[in-house]
């Protein structure tokens, strides 16, 4: 086990409930987040990019990825780059810049207060919860709301698109 790299693949998986902290900026093909009980935290407190032509991350029911730096994703176009079935607090800057973003069922994207906008050419395919924080900020997000989903923006301001299939709030 080491400090993974710019061709590796991150897994955080084994069970209990921890913390690992990106503290330099950091580079990845691939991060799989998430193990089979407890919680598993990683914690972006630098900015940490992943490229991959399939899927880039994936957080699994007993992930919990906190963003409070910057998080980069480049995929494919047409090919999903993120799966989320843990939870994201997003507390700095997210970018999906190319392919799809899918919140799965029982998967929540917070957006917290020190939120700033969802750039790139992503959308989100929400199937689970996406909320805000009452915090007055400016959201950019761009949303594809299944039935199953829900979106509950309390006292933010959103930029973009959400073409509601689900529940909004």
Partial sequence: NGV?????????SLAGS???TV???????????????GTQTLLVSQPLSMTAAGLCCSVGIHGYLDIVNR??????VGVLALSNSGTMLCRGQFYPN????RNE???????????????GQSSVENY??????????SFRIYVIN?????????????FGDIYNLGFME
Wanted: charged share 10%; net charge negative.
């Fill in 4 to 12: 993974p790299g710019i061709n590796d693949t991150a897994q955080i």
């Fill in 18 to 20: 921890y913390t690992v």
């Fill in 23 to 37: 503290d330099a900026i950091t580079n990845l093909e691939t991060l799989l987040l998430g193990g089979v009980s």
């Fill in 71 to 76: 998080l980069d994703i480049t995929g494919s």
């Fill in 98 to 101: 190319i392919g799809i973003v």
């Fill in 105 to 119: 069922i029982g998967g929540l994207i917070q957006l917290s207060c020190g939120y700033t906008d969802s750039y």
């Fill in 128 to 137: 689970g919860t996406i909320a805000s924080n009452s915090c007055g900020n």
């Fill in 146 to 158: 299944y039935e199953s989903g829900t979106v509950t923006l309390t006292g933010a301001s959103v």
